[in-house]
């Protein structure tokens, strides 16, 4: 194979299977208007990018969002990073104050070993200048890396999904106790290094594989649910946390357990904070009657009294 050969080979195989479709807004999500789910798009070397393209050989980057302002090589990302290690911790924080309230954009793109994520911060519509006080939890090749941000109030975009590599989508989720948090989920076990950049402020997460299984299976998802706690075939015992986000219709979820033998062993509906805005968060504790053997968690809505179920439906089992 010629020298020209290998190099255009090695540029195909950089290329991750799909990137974010670019979907610019013309402005952030108000209360009443919905933002549906962006899905991934083929991009192929002969096709036009709808981003610009990272120096050094890297993919293509691709937005969702009002970026408008931010563009190129994602601003500056690469020599930040580069000197930030990949790390171990499950818990990190950075940033001060509480200017920026708005997520613009999330933007994706990849290098060689590893795929990049990076989190748009602005005051209103305009980006913002300083990152604001953030925290980023990773529970270890659990599959789930959820960056907080308690001074968001407005999101640009609330979904998208990736290509086939290791990240798969991301969702931007009302947190519980006031702002907004970013759930990235991953089809392998990863390490991270974690970036905030100023003028215009942006948080830049990139994820590096390292060949091992995930404990659990990813966050399960249907229709408008997302169910994040239990995991499909999960042990589950009295009491029984089941938590997660919804757009479901007047923001109710009902939550069944069905036993082995198809019998409803107890059924509880809660009210995520948010659904016509953005993904909404639920939580509740059920408590279990005794059971044994194989059962059903289904989590979700339904259309009418008597229509069918939409949501999320996952095998579990009774013990610990």
């Not at 010629?2 to 807004?25: C, D, F, I, V, Y």
């Not at 990949?86 to 795929?115: I, P």
């Not at 960056?147 to 999904?161: F, I, M, R």
Request: glycine share 14%; hydrophobic share 35%; net charge negative.
């Amino acid at each position: 194979m010629t020298g020209r050969g290998r190099e255009a080979r090695r540029a195909a195989a950089l290329l991750l299977p799909s990137l974010l479709t670019a979907a610019l807004l013309a402005g952030c999500l108000k209360p009443g208007q919905v933002d549906r789910s962006v899905q991934a798009a083929s991009e192929t070397a002969s096709g036009g990018s709808t981003g610009s393209t990272s120096g050094g050989g890297d993919v293509p980057e691709s937005t969702v969002g009002v970026t408008s302002r931010i563009e190129g090589d994602f601003a500056g990302a690469d020599d930040a990073t580069s000197r930030a290690p990949f790390a171990e911790e499950t818990e990190q924080s950075g940033g001060s104050g509480y200017d920026a309230d708005t997520v613009l954009a999330v933007r994706y793109g990849g290098q060689e070993n590893y795929e990049r994520a990076v989190i748009d911060l602005g005051t209103g519509e305009e980006p913002a200048g300083a990152v604001p006080e953030w925290t980023l939890v990773d529970p270890r090749d659990d599959g789930l890396l959820r960056v907080n941000l308690p001074s968001a109030s407005a999101t640009c975009v609330s979904d998208g999904t990736f290509g086939d590599g290791l990240l798969e989508s991301f969702h931007v989720v009302r947190a519980p106790e006031g702002g907004m948090f970013v759930d990235f989920f991953a089809r392998r076990a990863f390490l991270y290094r974690v970036v905030g950049l100023e003028d215009p402020a942006r948080l830049v997460v990139d994820f590096k594989p390292t060949g091992a299984d995930l404990k659990a299976p990813v966050p399960s998802e249907g229709g408008d649910t997302v169910l994040v706690e239990p995991r499909p075939k999960t042990r589950i015992s009295d009491p029984l946390t089941v938590s997660g986000y919804s757009r479901n219709f007047g923001a109710a979820d009902t939550i069944t357990l069905i036993g082995p033998h198809g019998r409803v062993l107890v059924r509880k509906t809660v009210s995520s904070n948010d659904w016509n805005h953005t993904w909404g968060y639920f939580e509740a504790t059920l408590d279990l009657p005794p059971f044994s053997g194989r059962g059903t968690l289904q989590v979700g809505t339904r259309n009418a009294s008597d229509g069918p179920f939409e949501g999320v439906e996952i095998p579990v089992r009774a013990g610990r």
